[in-house]
């Protein structure tokens, strides 16, 4: 099994083969199973965040209603032709938002690499996947190769925001994204690390506050500023920008901040955005007086 | 590696809204449903850490009850699992601890009926996959270097020899094992990594073994 993103990259560019393929080539070998086996469950993963999307495209409210429709908001901005940012960058950030609408509201959902971050990677497929010309094989390819990112990052650092932050669960998930993008467009194996590295380099010290305990405010907005932070990575690299900072560094630079980071800004709702005035009353609206008030 | 498959990195498919705080729950609650092996009439839940701070936000509670109950992380009938929990007749109690846990995300799942208790702690460690450190008082220690094969058996002769005959007859290479027991002749604990993936034959064969309680597999 591959441990960097360097034995990652150096893999695919001595075999000529793309980093998705390195990826379902260790699945099938783990496994112990086929290749159409493999491929199949991902294109069933596949299923879930089409499906999320569509019924975030519809209108969706968290059972709190904290969050919800804004998804809804933004397609609509779109179609009016007034945007600044461009559509292909908004289309990302409105299914990256609408995914995570779902998963606030207990909706089902694929995990990429987490539930708080699942917005990210399928928000970017589905708006660059015309832009591309990507068929049903390379958006599967997508996800493997997002992965692979994913894979040497929850080994060697974490993916989890009680652990390392935001920066391991919507960080990551950027930069995932971005690698993903770039092998998508073309883009060479080390041109993807670096998209990575650039991509989490300016989520680095991101931290976990969310209001309530709830996996909502601010994380479905993080997940659209993630799917944007990931498009434009993705274009630094195949611009031929590089990262000063190897991957692998930058990944460990993201664990070594995750650690030192506090308790109270890593998912238990004590600091940052969490212990806010507005959110102290929002929690007690949701919950309540008798929890959580003394902290 | 804690992390093997890329399927734990792209998945799992799951209810929302949290991959740890209510996938990863929900599989702490599948594996001590699962080897507790029947319905529980008293399902007492202790939360650490995260788990204490946020467990109802996240539906961690439904979650790892859903699990107890055999849901599995992406089953729909989650968000209802307190009331399908009631009308089966199981009493559910929550509580939570501010001791010290190794891991912030860590809980502790006290399943009994008439017929006995059991315990599991489960930490879940991001993304939906989890570590379970205690069984029955047992501590765990699995490097996570491939999957495990749990079993709780009799401590009487054969027993050990019973399991590793089947996984030598299908090929199976031990990676790291370690037994334990509380008292002679009473119940006991074989926790053998392998290194190869194991298939749902191999482990119904050793569930039929007659010295075996109950079977589980982590980490596949």
């Given at each position: 099994m591959f441990k960097s993103v360097e034995e990652l990259v150096r893999t695919a560019t001595e075999r000529g083969i793309p980093i998705s393929e390195v990826m379902i080539e260790q699945e099938v070998h783990v496994r112990r199973s086929t290749r159409e086996e493999v491929v199949g469950m991902m294109e069933r993963n596949l299923e879930v965040m089409e499906e999320a999307v569509a019924r975030a495209l519809e209108g969706v409210t968290s059972v709190t209603g904290l969050t919800g429709n804004d998804a809804v908001l933004m397609t609509d901005y779109i179609r009016s032709g007034k945007s600044l940012a461009g559509d292909l960058i908004l289309d990302a950030v409105a299914k990256a938002i609408g995914t995570n609408e779902v998963n606030a509201a207990m909706g089902r959902i694929c995990a990429t690499p987490t539930a708080g971050s699942a917005g990210v990677v399928p928000g970017t497929l589905f708006a660059v996947k015309e832009r591309l010309e990507m068929d049903r094989d390379a958006m599967v390819r997508y996800l493997f190769t997002s992965g692979a990112f994913g894979f040497v990052v929850a080994n060697n650092a974490s993916i989890s925001g009680a652990a390392g932050g935001c920066q391991a669960e919507v960080g990551s998930a950027t930069g995932m994204a971005a690698a993903a993008i770039v092998e998508a467009a073309g883009g060479t194996p080390e041109q993807s690390a670096t998209?990575?590295?650039?991509?989490?380099?300016?989520?680095?010290?991101?931290?976990?506050?969310?209001?309530?305990?709830?996996?909502?405010?601010?994380?479905?907005?993080?997940?659209?500023?993630?799917?944007?932070?990931?498009?434009?990575?993705?274009?630094?690299?195949?611009?031929?920008?590089?990262?000063?900072?190897?991957?692998?560094?930058?990944?460990?630079?993201?664990?070594?901040?995750?650690?030192?980071?506090?308790?109270?800004?890593?998912?238990?709702?004590?600091?940052?955005?969490?212990?806010?005035?507005?959110?102290?009353?929002?929690?007690?609206?949701?919950?309540?007086?008798?929890?959580?008030?003394?902290? | 590696m804690k992390y093997r498959s890329v399927f734990d990195i792209i998945g799992p498919v799951m209810v929302g809204p949290s991959s740890s705080h209510t996938a990863g729950a929900a599989r702490i609650g599948l594996m001590a449903?699962?080897?507790?092996?029947?319905?529980?009439?008293?399902?007492?839940?202790?939360?650490?850490?995260?788990?204490?701070?946020?467990?109802?936000?996240?539906?961690?509670d439904v979650a790892i009850v859903g699990g107890i109950m055999g849901f599995d992380t992406f089953d729909l009938r989650i968000p209802q699992?307190?009331?399908i929990a009631k009308q089966r007749g199981i009493e559910v109690v929550f509580e939570t601890s501010d001791a010290l846990t190794d891991h912030p995300n860590t809980a502790r799942v006290h399943l009994e009926d008439e017929d006995?208790?059991?315990?599991?702690?489960?930490?879940?460690?991001?993304?939906?996959?989890?570590?379970?450190?205690?069984?029955?008082?047992?501590?765990?220690?699995?490097?996570?270097?491939?999957?495990?094969?749990?079993?709780?058996?009799?401590d009487r002769f054969g027993a050990i020899a019973a399991v590793t005959g089947i996984l030598a007859r299908h090929e199976l290479n031990i990676g790291h094992m370690e037994v334990s027991r509380h008292e002679k002749g009473k119940q006991a604990l074989m926790a053998i990594e392998i290194d190869e993936h194991l298939s749902k034959d191999v482990l119904a064969e050793i569930e039929r073994l007659p010295q075996i309680e109950r079977v589980a597999i982590f980490g596949e």
């Open positions: 998209a990575f590295a650039i991509a989490l380099k300016n989520m680095l010290g991101l931290v976990c506050d969310p209001v309530a305990g709830l996996v909502e405010v601010p994380c479905v907005k993080r997940n659209a500023m993630g799917g944007a932070n990931a498009i434009v990575a993705a274009d630094m690299a195949l611009a031929g920008i590089t990262s000063r900072i190897p991957c692998d560094e930058v990944i460990s630079a993201m664990h070594e901040i995750g650690q030192m980071m506090p308790t109270a800004l890593k998912e238990t709702a004590r600091g940052g955005l969490a212990n806010t005035p507005t959110a102290r009353r929002l929690e007690r609206n949701i919950f309540g007086e008798k929890e959580n008030v003394q902290k | 449903g699962k080897l507790f092996g029947r319905t529980p009439r008293l399902a007492h839940i202790t939360f650490y850490g995260s788990f204490a701070d946020t467990y109802r936000g996240h539906g961690t699992a307190l009331d006995g208790t059991f315990e599991i702690v489960g930490i879940s460690i991001g993304g939906g996959t989890i570590e379970i450190t205690e069984l029955n008082g047992f501590p765990l220690k699995l490097s996570g270097g491939g999957p495990a094969l749990v079993v709780l058996h009799h």
